[in-house]
């Protein structure tokens, strides 16, 4: 399954406004990952059970071990993507699923507010909790329940009341990360069914100077205006694509950079390091970690002062961009 490219479909979907079809094809995506998780943990139990009997610490020393482990192997034959970019993906089309229902009349008063507030949660504990394993985080908030193989229930593990509360809290984080939007489509949320004078619309609304009018403002603009439009509200919103590295094109495999804009910095940096998409700060660092692994020059020390020299010319490239990267990204 191409998580990618179902995701780029959805946002195509969403920037024509249809919301309701973006949302559909969004949820392919997360309801997919569910069922990976629910299935690893599955397999997790079964393999755990057949072992000798062991004390509860040692059991649950078992579970963090193997956890990962197994999901990583599922994601691997399911996806073709490692947990980092399976998680990755998750995040995006979770945030895209909250686009959709903000947006529409039709999904906000379909869908129970109680999935709506613990999936936003949901989103917010993946961003915090960053180096802790998708299957438990989305554990902690969910319980997964497969029915005759064939449906999958999500069931929140919290309260509403509960989940509010921690959506507050979490949200002066969020403000300060790539997901920051999610605070204000929450609340978009919350005005598209009049609940407006919930706790949690009260107090996020002044934790993210909540501008009614603004918003009122950029919907209208939106249903109105083409895709283009959209992509220009979507860079507004502060998020990173980088399909434009594809199409921008060099005579020459190097540019002046004393000269060079910032537009053609980004897109000269974003070559080399082959971005494509929305990027998370781990595929980043993960990117300059495979790139200087293939490049480095020991690795070619036997093979000649030609392939040498190049090997240092890349490696030197492949430094420089990633000072790039972790300046403007604060990496």
Same mark, same amino acid.
């Given at each position: 399954?191409?998580?990618?490219?179902?995701?780029?479909?959805?946002?195509?979907?969403? &920037?024509?406004?249809?919301?309701?079809?973006?949302?559909?094809?969004?949820?392919?995506?997360?309801? =997919?990952?569910?069922?990976?998780? %629910?299935?690893?943990?599955?397999?997790?139990?079964?393999?755990?059970?057949?072992? !000798?009997?062991?004390?509860?610490?040692?059991?649950?020393?078992?579970? +963090?071990?193997?956890?990962?482990?197994?999901?990583?192997?599922?994601?691997?034959?399911?996806? &073709?993507? #490692?947990?980092?970019?399976?998680? =990755?993906?998750? +995040?995006?089309?979770?945030?895209?699923?909250?686009? #959709?229902?903000? $947006?529409?009349?039709?999904?906000?008063? #379909?869908?129970?507010?109680?999935?709506?507030?613990?999936?936003?949660?949901?989103?917010?504990?993946?961003?915090? +909790?960053?180096?802790?394993?998708? !299957?438990?985080?989305?554990?902690?908030?969910?319980?997964?329940?497969?029915?005759?193989?064939?449906?999958?229930?999500?069931?929140?593990?919290?309260?509403?009341?509960?989940?509010?509360?921690?959506?507050?809290? =979490?949200?002066?984080?969020?403000?300060?990360?790539?997901?920051?939007?999610? =605070?204000?489509?929450?609340?978009?949320?919350?005005?598209?069914? &009049?609940?407006?004078?919930? *706790?949690?619309?009260?107090?996020?609304?002044?934790?993210?100077?909540?501008?009614?009018?603004?918003?009122?403002? #950029? *919907?209208?603009?939106?249903?109105?205006?083409?895709?283009?439009?959209?992509?220009?509200?979507? $860079?507004?919103?502060?998020?990173?694509?980088?399909?434009?590295?594809? $199409?921008?094109?060099?005579?020459?495999? %190097?540019?002046?950079?004393?000269?060079?804009?910032?537009?053609?910095?980004?897109?000269?940096?974003?070559?080399?390091?082959?971005?494509?998409?929305?990027?998370?700060?781990?595929?980043? $660092?993960?990117?300059?970690?495979?790139?200087?692994? *293939?490049?480095? !020059?020991?690795?070619?020390?036997?093979?000649?002062?030609?392939?040498? +020299?190049?090997?240092?010319?890349?490696? *030197?490239?492949?430094?420089?961009?990633?000072?790039?990267?972790?300046?403007?990204?604060?990496?």
């Amino acid at each position: 399954m191409q998580l990618n490219k179902i995701k780029n479909s959805a946002n195509t979907l969403l &920037g024509l406004n249809k919301f309701e079809d973006a949302f559909n094809v969004y949820s392919i995506i997360t309801e =997919n990952i569910f069922a990976a998780i %629910e299935h690893s943990n599955s397999a997790l139990t079964g393999f755990i059970k057949n072992l !000798p009997k062991k004390n509860s610490n040692d059991l649950l020393d078992l579970k +963090e071990k193997y956890q990962l482990k197994i999901f990583e192997n599922y994601c691997d034959k399911k996806f &073709g993507l #490692s947990v980092d970019l399976v998680k =990755n993906e998750f +995040e995006l089309s979770l945030l895209g699923e909250l686009k #959709s229902i903000s $947006r529409s009349n039709t999904l906000s008063a #379909s869908i129970p507010k109680d999935l709506v507030f613990a999936k936003t949660f949901l989103l917010q504990n993946l961003i915090i +909790e960053d180096k802790t394993s998708l !299957p438990a985080v989305v554990s902690k908030v969910f319980t997964l329940v497969n029915e005759n193989d064939i449906t999958l229930k999500v069931k929140p593990n919290f309260t509403t009341d509960y989940i509010s509360n921690q959506i507050i809290k =979490n949200s002066e984080f969020i403000m300060e990360t790539d997901y920051s939007e999610s =605070n204000t489509l929450l609340l978009d949320y919350l005005l598209q069914i &009049g609940d407006t004078d919930s *706790k949690l619309f009260t107090e996020l609304k002044i934790k993210t100077n909540y501008n009614f009018k603004y918003r009122q403002k #950029s *919907k209208t603009h939106s249903k109105t205006h083409s895709n283009n439009d959209y992509e220009k509200y979507e $860079r507004y919103e502060k998020y990173e694509f980088y399909e434009k590295y594809e $199409r921008r094109k060099y005579d020459n495999d %190097e540019i002046d950079l004393s000269k060079a804009t910032e537009y053609e910095k980004a897109n000269y940096f974003g070559k080399i390091f082959k971005l494509k998409g929305r990027v998370t700060k781990s595929q980043i $660092r993960k990117t300059y970690i495979d790139l200087i692994n *293939k490049y480095h !020059p020991d690795k070619v020390s036997n093979l000649g002062d030609e392939l040498k +020299e190049l090997a240092e010319r890349k490696t *030197k490239l492949i430094n420089i961009a990633y000072e790039y990267f972790k300046k403007k990204y604060n990496l």
